[in-house]
């Protein structure tokens, strides 16, 4: 079974614009995190928001916002007022457990492009 | 700031030839990973490493090996190149177990 799944391939969205980034998860472990990454058309891997499992409050970094919905198993990226630079391809990824290694399992991502 | 440093940055290799792809980060950071992206797919995880002299197998380990003998390089190996490795490439390092990575650029690898 998919540990994470993006079902959303592309989205074009208008330029300042907000944007959600669907992402759900499979697992039993109750210890886990969720991490989201921007991966522009020039290849490199970006880090961009992290949600821990036991924590109360959705995550925030600048004008990303991570939607954490426990219950359901998910954890949507929000991006408010988009911006042109924004187009690139989004991967979630989770690790079960906080012990040990990061061993990240990725989602197949969501390309992501900004109309202006 | 270098961060994490992969060379080269990209490749061709015949099938059966061999090649050791580099990686280095100047973070003083412990755990080290290697990580190969098909097209059109998310990350995969061959290799990994919690300090010098310790590495263990991911999800993919079949057809490369790793050694760890410093903090700082973390070199993945090909012994075989085959065209189902045709893929990119990326070492990443962390500081500890919770916070994201630091990906270097990638390495793009071509089995012809």
């Known amino acids: 079974a998919q540990k994470i799944t993006q079902t959303q391939p592309g989205m074009f969205v208008q330029e300042k614009e907000a944007v959600t980034l669907d992402c759900t998860y499979d697992?039993?472990?109750?210890?886990?995190?969720l991490f989201w990454y921007k991966q522009p058309s020039s290849g490199e891997m970006i880090f961009l928001i992290y949600?821990?499992?036991?924590?109360?409050q959705n995550a925030t970094e600048g004008r990303y916002s991570l939607n954490f919905q426990k219950a359901r198993k998910s954890a949507n990226l929000v991006i408010s007022a988009s911006q042109l630079g924004d187009s690139a391809m989004y991967f979630c990824?989770?690790?079960?457990?906080?012990?040990?290694?990061?061993?990240?399992?990725f989602g197949q991502g969501t390309r992501l492009t900004i109309n202006p | 700031n270098a961060g994490v440093t992969q060379t080269p940055k990209f490749r061709i290799l015949k099938i059966g030839q061999s090649m050791t792809l580099q990686c280095t980060q100047d973070?003083?950071?412990?755990?080290m990973y290697w990580y190969r992206q098909d097209p059109g797919m998310g990350l995969k995880l061959i290799y990994y490493?919690?300090?010098?002299?310790?590495?263990d197998k991911g999800e993919v380990p079949n057809g490369y090996n790793v050694s760890r003998s410093t903090t700082e390089d973390f070199p993945l190996r090909l012994e075989l190149a085959a065209p189902s490795q045709t893929s990119v490439y990326f070492c990443?390092?962390?500081?500890?177990?919770?916070?994201?990575?630091?990906f270097g650029s990638g390495t793009r690898l071509t089995v012809v």
């Open positions: 990443a390092s962390s500081w500890d177990s919770l916070n994201g990575y630091t």
């Open positions: 697992t039993s472990d109750p210890s886990y995190g």
């Open positions: 949600q821990g499992s036991y924590d109360q």
């Open positions: 990824a989770m690790r079960e457990g906080f012990q040990g290694a990061q061993k990240l399992v």
């Open positions: 973070m003083n950071h412990n755990y």
């Open positions: 490493s919690v300090g010098a002299g310790i590495t």
